[in-house]
């Protein structure tokens, strides 16, 4: 996980199992602070990922898959 001000980034092995971790963590965050995770404006992507995997975590997370991950692969 990195996080720089508002924005946190999660790296994981690409598996429904950790979606789902990060989803529930993320829902475990909301109820502890009262503050909402807004999943329309959060992002999915992966290097070497499959799109229909892609597509299957952004249903599960109900968010947008992010198309421009390489661009900030190089630009870190």
Same mark, same amino acid.
């Given at each position: 996980?990195?996080? +720089? =001000?508002?924005?946190?980034? &999660? %790296?994981? =092995?690409?598996?429904?199992?950790?979606? &789902? #971790?990060?989803? !529930?963590?993320?829902?475990? %965050? /909301?109820?502890? +602070?009262?503050?909402?995770? #807004? %999943?329309?404006?959060?992002?999915?992507?992966? @290097?070497? !990922? /499959?799109?229909?995997?892609?597509?299957?975590?952004? =249903?599960?997370?109900? $968010? /947008?898959?992010?198309? $421009? @991950? @390489? %661009?900030?692969?190089? $630009?870190?």
């Amino acid at each position: 996980m990195l996080q +720089y =001000a508002d924005d946190t980034i &999660f %790296f994981c =092995a690409t598996n429904v199992k950790n979606i &789902f #971790n990060i989803k !529930v963590v993320l829902n475990c %965050f /909301e109820l502890a +602070y009262g503050l909402k995770v #807004n %999943f329309m404006k959060s992002k999915v992507g992966g @290097l070497g !990922v /499959e799109q229909t995997m892609i597509k299957h975590f952004v =249903a599960i997370l109900n $968010c /947008e898959v992010c198309h $421009c @991950l @390489l %661009f900030i692969w190089v $630009c870190r």
